[in-house]
């Protein structure tokens, strides 16, 4: 039943994108503690009872193929929380390796290594993500994965 109401609301919010907040609070209003509603081109939205944030999609990037990128956003939304990082930066970051998935053609062979992801980000200029990838990393080299 939730599933259904949410999908309501989703559709909603593609009638009336600029009210994504109203939307996520409506969602939020059924119990969900927290709701990431991605955007496509438009980029994806975050929000909870403590904090709402907007963030826009990277502009110049070749699209490709679009197959996995709403999966290895999500993917890396996820994990880059998991590891503590705050849900602006996580989008932030996952907007990153959602627009290098769509550069590449197909659906596995078009996720990006974090050493990927972190080039670009760099190449970008977005000091602070940098910092993170590179504590991401660290993370990464400590468990041994």
């Known amino acids: 039943m939730v599933d259904f109401q949410v999908r309501a609301l989703v559709d909603e919010m593609e009638r009336v994108k600029e009210d994504v907040r109203q939307v996520i609070a409506r969602i939020l209003e059924k119990g969900v503690q927290n709701v990431l509603v991605t955007l496509g081109t438009d980029g994806a939205a975050f929000g909870n009872k403590e904090s709402f944030c907007l963030v826009p999609t990277l502009t110049d990037i070749h699209s490709v193929d679009p197959t996995g990128a709403g999966d290895a956003f999500i ?43 972190g080039q670009l980000i760099s190449q970008r200029g977005e000091e602070d993500l940098c910092r993170l990838v590179e504590e991401v990393k660290q993370c990464v080299e400590e468990k041994g994965e």
């Open 75 to 117: 993917g890396a939304f996820c994990t880059f929380v998991s590891m503590g990082i705050d849900n602006t930066s996580a989008i932030r970051m996952a907007n990153y390796v959602g627009s290098l998935t769509v550069s590449v053609m197909g659906a596995q062979t078009s996720l990006p290594t974090l050493e990927q992801v």
